[in-house]
């Protein structure tokens, strides 16, 4: 999948990061969700969400895909997450809507805090990574908004949106979650 230069800063990024589509099925995530499942990319990108969460987790994952088409966004959602070899992990999940340019809901770009690593110096590590990716879309914004073509502009927008919430979480809060 093409990445634009906005896609690029998660490539690496400390956060777990997927995009999905509007009926939850991953269409793109980053090395850090890939690794913290235990996969290769490849044996996620065409999956349904619902892969990666045990069964007693299926109704929490669907309430938050309730929230999120109801209201755009699901944030502080506390899921379990599982791996590709059964163990299991508390994530705390945030996600925001993703549009085309007539304002069609495309899915979502979502983050998910992996609870059992918070403390505060994880949470300085992100909210470092936050500001300089938002440094990085105001540049990106500044020099090429203007010339990128429609699906480039929405993934773009989508991505601003999202550094936009997770720059008002109070990440300190991520830590009572536990």
């Not at 990666?52 to 944030?75: C, Q, R, Y």
């Not at 809901?105 to 936050?130: A, C, H, P, Q, R």
Request: hydrophobic share 35%.
């Amino acid at each position: 999948m093409f990445q634009t230069e906005a896609r690029k800063i998660l490539k690496d990024a400390p956060i777990m990061w997927r995009r999905i589509n509007s009926i939850g099925i991953i269409l793109d995530c980053n090395s850090t969700y890939a690794n913290k499942l235990g996969n290769a990319k490849s044996e996620i990108i065409g999956k349904s969400i619902f892969e990666h969460v045990p069964k007693e987790s299926w109704e929490d994952m669907n309430n938050s895909l309730k929230i999120w088409f109801e209201t755009g966004n699901a944030t502080d959602r506390k899921i379990t997450f599982k791996k590709q070899d059964g163990s299991t992990f508390p994530g705390l999940l945030h996600a925001t809507s993703l549009y085309d340019e007539k304002k069609n809901l495309l899915g979502s770009n979502t983050v998910i805090f992996d609870l059992t690593e918070m403390s505060n110096e994880k949470i300085n590590e992100f909210e470092k990574f936050f500001r300089e990716a938002k440094n990085k879309l105001d540049e990106i914004k500044n020099k090429e908004y203007k010339k990128l073509d429609a699906n480039s502009k929405s993934e773009y927008d989508g991505l601003k949106k999202m550094f936009d919430m997770l720059l008002t979480t109070d990440l300190k809060e991520l830590i009572n979650f536990k």
